[in-house]
């Protein structure tokens, strides 16, 4: 037993991968998602409007509650409440504080506003509504100072105590959340799960598909083919993206169905984007199948690939609660601008005006990813005793 015991640890240490994963990728997970691991958001960016829009901002940025909380991105008196739900739409900041029209001479700060932010981030959404009942509670302890010191100087001078009242500090009157009224968890998480699944199927199963070729022997005989190495890939990978295409439409039909997800924009440019992303996670796939000699490398390599996707991609942790150094690797995976698209699509009803950046860094990924890939299946191939 302990020749075999010994035996066991000089193969562990003669592959170098995995000795590498065991030691080496936890440290790294550790130190990467502990960072990550964040609900709250700190900071959020507001766009003010309407009539008075300057002087409101400039008691925001006075109001020691809304300095600590809020990024004023944006100041525009000529548009109107109306243009709140475009702004969010589009994602030009995460709240719009409208200044309502003809305010009372003593109207607190919050009486002069009137706040709209986007349910489709839900961790966002409550950011907000917290920074602005924060507001509303030292404005309403303001007004009480007030109160005491009117009602002082009037009993000192023998005269009547003024009439004030303090703010309600209702946040439901004071910030409407658009999109997903109800905060609902399901709605924000179903888009990124369709991705999610897409990226599984992707990434794992064609990888392993793949090196299945190797482990059987048949990657030699694709090798004396007349075949280029960009139609074998293509000729492997139409069964899994036919398959990914199927299982994502059941899952977002299953998600508005069961969850009550709406779907309030575009079918096909929801369809594009889901095009698009497959392209992406199956030349992850081939790249994997690539670089791996057996389906154990294949699974290992695959995993490395996903599980940051789950948790760095704003899925489950916001994106803006992220440290910049590690918040800059959610940016570079595919599943955080499918997930940003898709809740556009299905929540926001945005088009491919406000969408087209992040669809273009899905196509470019795409052009990359399946570039290194046909080039790593060529070397594959060439190892394999084919010339290309």
């Known amino acids: 037993m ?56 400039e008691d925001l940025a006075d109001s020691d509650a809304a300095s600590e909380r809020i990024d004023i991105v944006a100041v525009d008196s000529s548009l109107a409440a109306q243009d709140a739900e475009r702004l969010l739409r589009d994602r030009e900041s995460d709240a719009v504080i409208a200044a309502l029209p003809d305010p009372a001479e003593d109207a607190s700060l919050v009486d002069r506003m009137h706040v709209y932010t986007d349910g489709s981030s839900l961790f966002v959404a409550q950011a907000v509504e917290a920074t602005f009942l924060r507001i509303a509670a030292e404005d309403g302890m303001d007004r009480i100072a007030q109160i005491e010191e009117a009602v002082e100087e009037a009993l000192a001078g023998g005269g009547r105590p003024p009439e004030l ?41 064609t990888s392993i598909g793949l090196v299945r070729e190797r482990e059987t022997g048949t990657l030699e005989q694709l090798a004396v083919m007349p075949l280029r190495p960009s139609a074998i890939i293509l000729g492997k990978i139409v069964p899994y993206f036919l398959l990914a295409v199927v299982d994502m439409a059941a899952v977002t039909a299953l998600g508005v169905w069961l969850f009550g997800v709406p779907f309030v924009g575009s079918v096909w440019l929801f369809g594009l984007t889901a095009v698009v992303f497959c392209f992406v996670v199956l030349g992850l796939g081939v790249l994997v199948s690539s670089v791996s000699q057996n ?56 088009g491919l005006d406000s969408l087209w950046p992040p669809l273009a860094i899905l196509a470019g990924m795409a052009v990359l990813v399946f570039g290194a890939a046909t080039a790593a299946m060529r070397r594959s191939l060439t190892r394999g005793g084919g010339r290309r």
């Open 2 to 57: 302990r020749a075999l015991i010994m035996k066991e640890f000089r193969e562990l240490f003669r592959d170098r991968r995995t000795l590498a994963m065991l030691i080496a990728l936890p440290v790294v997970m550790l130190v990467i998602f502990g960072y990550a691991a964040n609900f709250s958001v700190d900071r959020v960016s507001v766009a003010v409007v309407g009539p008075g829009a300057e002087s409101l901002a």
């Open 165 to 205: 009242s303090a703010p309600d500090l209702d946040a439901d009157d004071l910030v409407t959340v658009l999109f997903n009224p109800d905060l609902e968890t399901s709605w924000v998480m179903v888009p990124g799960l369709i991705g999610l699944i897409l990226t599984f199927i992707g990434t794992l199963i």
């Open 295 to 350: 389906t154990g490398q294949a699974i290992q390599l695959a995993i490395m690939f996903v599980v940051p996707q789950v948790l760095l991609s704003g899925l489950i942790f916001p994106l803006e609660s992220m440290p910049p150094g590690i918040g800059w690797i959610g940016y570079a995976l595919p599943l955080t601008w499918f997930n940003e698209i898709a809740q556009g699509v299905l929540l926001r009803g945005a």
